[in-house]
């Protein structure tokens, strides 16, 4: 029962909306719209009304209108009309739309629910159409007309052909289908051989537009079957001139015809007309021609009562006819170069010239024949050059001043062209330039000399690591007054030309003056490859090599270098095109570096790769200093030493001799029975090595024998000092004598500790005996020590 008491709402809400929509259709609301098609842009004006004994559900309450164009919610104004119905007006002023519709709603339960609609269209009236033209098919003598359709009114249009004979009521002729501008009328809606008016109507709800009416008689439009070239052949005794015979196409046999020739030839750049013709002649002639050239013919016809709207027959297929030949004529144009030829007094001569154009060639040129004289009747002259070419070289006697060149083909040889071979010494022209004349072309511009000029010679010779020549580039002025020319032949964009230029004067030729152009420029190809071709800690010197022209794409207006560390910003200079190397300045030592070059243009610039450096710590000039200076350091040790060996007296000084008490008498000698005396150690003092640094030595008197004195013992045996090293161990330590050296010395040691004096003077007036300092611990052994003369100490072992 729940589920069912949920489910009563949803249902009664459905069937409401049923009844709204089934009362809207049937009367519920209805939706007045004045007018339903406007001008684009203009105001519209709408109302809803509502019958609240139509509409179930919402006779009781206040009813609410509101409208929705299309998706969008608009405002009207609503108020209550007679009959208890409820009105909404609405007012649009400018519906810039062209298709809409207009909905009027009622709110329902918190919803907008639509109960009318009414379709609003605005567009334009229809467009004039244009250019009516019409053509008669022979076939089925339908009439099919054809025009332009003008501007979209955006509104749905009927357009209609219609036509009208003299005297009759105007009837639609056809209809266009599928929005297509072209339409057929047949055969017997038509009156042939009488004047009739057609014309196009377009009608759409907001007026109509007629086209413009064309008047012709159906026939004076009829397309004809196009004639058929038979035969065409020259003239014999009129060599320019050719006969063509035609033949009309089926059908029309019986009408006058009016017909047009046209013919090119393969370097024509459009066709040529002939006109005037009457078809049925079937024949004509025509002259004009050139001799030996190809030509391609077609033919049209049509009536020649004809108006000028009147339809020509499609072109005839095409016929091709070549004329015959004859022998060359004209002048050519020759240029030469010579040069002395070993010491035999004869002359290289390089002929060149330009092959002559159709009209003067009056056919194939086979040949050309060049020779020391012109052609007489019955002698043939020396034949110089026999050759298919535009170019010939030759030697001839220093002395000869001019050759004869002729061209011939299969109909004879032209007159020959006298070529006289005049010095290049003439006056020079000035103010030579070359600028662009289009992607493949260039003027050439120059000042006119004060002398007069007969003809100019242009030369031009693309520049390329390799070197090279054209024999053909290069053309003759022959306007003597002229100062420019177009050069044309041979020319490629990012291609760099010299160009050479020499005047022709009455019995000489001028000194040619040169210049380079190029007729297209872009950035360069690559950049320069750097190398580095020194460094210091400060400075680093770059070089290149210069493009190859063919890479450069233009003139090279500058370098640009740039160099960057990790810890300073880009730098860059910027040096002309002819320098090949660079010095960058104010571096920091120690720091690597990242360099590249930049190739510039007029037309863009290209980088090259990266070249990667490190700077020095010290400078050359430094570095050669620190090694002089170690150098000199050194060689002064070296002398010091050669000297030291060299003096013994600083020998001495430095390093003393001192005896090796190992190789002394005492070292050998150990007396048998000594007195020993005990040595008194200080207890505090522990044992150690000893060594003796110092022996002083006391005089005896004077006049006395050392150790031999009235009533005393004379010191026969020398009594031993010893050092007790352990119970019962006596050790020799040193012994001393009555008489010994002075200033004798041993190797001084640091902080020496002298022992007490353990014996005084001897009685009986014995010689002093010496003190004896303790020696340090660092000489583990005394081997034994010579005090001099026959005295010897003993020899002393320190544990």
Known sequence: MARRGAGTPFLRQLSLLLLLHLGGTLGCASVAVSPRVVPLGSAVTASCTIQRELCHGLEQGKVRISWMLDNKLVAGSQHQGPGGTEVSNLTLPRFNLTQARLFCCVEWNGTKQRVGVAEIRAGYPP?????????????????????????????????????????????????????????????????????????????????????????IDPMDVAKLDPPTLQSIQSIPFQTDCIALAWDVAWGTEHMELQCELRYRAPEDSAWALVTGIIGQAGSAQRCGFLFGTRYRFQMRCRRSSATALASWSEWSPVRNYTTHEKAPAGKLDAWWGAQPAGPGGRLEVQLRWKAPRQREANGRVLGYRVTLSPRRRGRDPPTLCNTTRTQCNFSVPAATGRVYLAAYNSAGEAAPTEVTLLERKGQPLAGLRAVPGGERSLWVHWEAPPAPV???????????????????????????????????DGIEPFQRYNISLYPLYEGTVGVPVHTTAYSQQKAPSHAPKLHLKRISKSEAELCWEPLPVEMQNGFITSYTIFWASSITNVASATVTPSLSSFAIRGLKPSTLYKVHIMASTAAGSTNGTSLTLVTTALDDTEIQFLFLSLGLVFVGLMVLLICFQKNERMKEQLWPSVPDPANSSLGKWVPAAAPQEPLQVPAAREPGPAAISTVTVLEGEAGKEPGKEPGKEPPGTPRPYVRQEGPGEPVQYARVGPAGYRGQRLLPEPAPRSYENLRGRGDGGGGDWGFLEEPPATFPLLQGLRIGGNEELHECRAD
Do not use: F
């Not at 017997?188 to 009739?196: A, D, F, K, P, S």
């Not at 003809?455 to 390799?466: P, S």
């Open 127 to 215: 467009a004039k159409p244009l250019n009516l033209s019409c053509v008669l098919n022979l076939n089925d003598y339908g009439l099919t007309c054809r025009w332009e359709q003008g501007t979209n009114s955006h509104l749905p249009t009927s357009v209609v052909l219609k036509c009208t004979g003299s005297g009759a009521q105007a009837v639609t002729g056809c209809t266009p289908r599928g929005g297509h501008s072209h339409c057929t009328v047949p055969r017997q809606l038509l009156q042939l051989y009488r004047q009739m008016e057609i014309w196009v109507s377009a009608t759409n709800a907001l007026g109509t537009a007629e086209s413009e009416r064309l008047c």
């Open 454 to 488: 007969s003809a100019y010679v242009l030369e031009w010779q693309r520049v390329t690591a390799e070197p090279g020549h054209c024999s053909a580039c290069w053309q003759m002025e022959r306007d003597g007054t002229a100062t420019r020319a177009l050069i044309q």
